[in-house]
């Protein structure tokens, strides 16, 4: 891969910052839900969400170190907790934890 006219190579650093970019304008996460029990109750009482980004910065200790260095950490955080949200308003496995306004 190289950077431009000139034929220099791009940095791995660069790479990153650009597929930050692209993740952030395209809101590109995944997010895991993983319930957490009650075991006396046997019964899930929230759910715990991970996020996850796409290839090369899946990781989300990758993504965020990106962010943080490009200094966008404010905003792929605000991005993640946006997208995740929209993602739970989606999900039946969540409509009961949560008031039936939002789903009208």
């Known amino acids: 891969m190289h950077g431009g006219p000139m034929n220099t190579p791009v940095t791995l650093e660069e790479r990153n910052d650009s597929e930050l970019g692209r993740i952030l304008r395209n809101e590109r996460f995944t997010q895991l839900f993983q319930p957490i029990v009650d075991a006396m109750e046997q ?3 929230c759910y715990e969400v991970f ?3 796409v290839y090369p910065l899946e990781s989300p ?3 965020f170190q990106a962010a943080r260095k490009a200094g966008l ?3 792929a955080e605000h991005c993640a907790r ?3 949200l929209r993602r739970i308003a989606t999900l039946r496995i969540f409509r009961h934890h949560l ?3 939002y789903f009208t």
């Open 82 to 84: 946006s997208t995740a």
């Open 73 to 75: 950490l404010w905003e």
């Open 43 to 45: 019964r899930t009482v």
């Open 61 to 63: 200790g990758d993504l």
């Open 99 to 101: 008031l039936p306004e």
């Open 51 to 53: 996020t996850r980004g």
